[in-house]
Nanobody, 126 residues
Framework: QVQLVEFGGGLVQAGGSLRLSCAAS????????MGWFRQAPGKEREFVAA????????DYADSVKGRFTISRDNAKNTVYLQMNSLKPEDTAVYYC???????????????????WGQGTQVTVSS
């Protein structure tokens, strides 16, 4: 299994930006597709973005498309989530997740991911 640790959460005003990082250790990072999910208080954990092992394929939830960008650096064992034009409804705990296998497609379901980080809080004030 791979171990995941998220960084970069915090408090930001609406319209601002944050960059989340997720550092992986353990198994070969480039063998994993990666994803970001989030969970707001009282709500289910939901898909935000995902990226294939090579970085060639990405997918986004409609709610963040055009504002968020997922990327990865396999040499640094890190996946990123650049979040721009943040809205109060983006407030949540953000989780990094790993899906083992060099698949050419990306998946959105939580059940497709094998490993999870502890999460980092993102709060957007209005």
């Amino acid at each position: 299994q791979v171990q995941l640790v998220e960084f970069g959460g915090g408090l930001v005003q609406a319209g601002g930006s944050l960059r989340l990082s997720c550092a992986a250790s353990g198994r070969t990072f480039s063998s994993y597709g990666m994803g970001w999910f989030r969970q707001a208080p009282g709500k289910e954990r939901e898909f935000v973005a995902a990226i294939t092992w090579s970085g060639a394929g990405t997918d986004y939830a409609d709610s963040v498309k055009g504002r968020f960008t997922i990327s990865r650096d396999n040499a640094k064992n890190t996946v990123y989530l650049q979040m721009n034009s943040l809205k109060p409804e983006d407030t949540a705990v953000y989780y990094c997740a790993a899906r083992y296998g060099r698949y050419s497609n990306v998946r959105r379901s939580r059940s497709d991911f094998d490993s999870w980080g502890q999460g980092t809080q993102v709060t957007v004030s209005s």
